[in-house]
């Protein structure tokens, strides 16, 4: 089974050669933004992934990217990126708005020809807003969620820039 995060492309040839049963439950999103990654290497673009390096889904972009991918998590590694133009600026799904902003101006200051979209899920970004309101108005937040996940992870540290304590 392929879990939402998706794979790159080598694991689908090593599970066609291995004629594996494969259940793809690749998330929708994540497969368009696979698509447009895809695109845009074969074109000769480079692809840039805003993220976690880490993260299953962005290996996964990645791979369909080509060798022209790369990831950065942060707006210092957008300001020393070797950017070439023309270039394409996705974002992991579940990434943190405002950090996909920022490093989408930073980016789109040094490469005029930078083709930006915004990959963030709609349903992440409505998590994440909620959870801003929501510390606003409470003590503290409890947040129920894998340990290690990047939504979690995130939520957790849009609460505590708030200044509220996450759990």
Known sequence: IVRAHGVAPFVRRMLADKVCVVIDATCPKVARVQKMAQRAGEAGRKVVIAGDKDHAEVRGVLGHAGAG????????????LDLDSPALLVAQTTFSMEDFAAIAR???????????????????????????RMASRMDAI????GRTSANTRRLAEIITGIGRPAF
Do not use: F, K
């Open 142 to 145: 409890v947040i129920v969620g």
């Open 69 to 80: 991918g790369v990831c950065i998590s942060t707006v210092e590694e957008a300001r020393s």
């Open 106 to 132: 930073v980016l789109v200051e040094r490469c005029p020809d930078l083709e930006v979209q915004n990959t963030i899920c709609d349903a992440t970004s409505e998590r994440q807003e909620e959870a801003r």
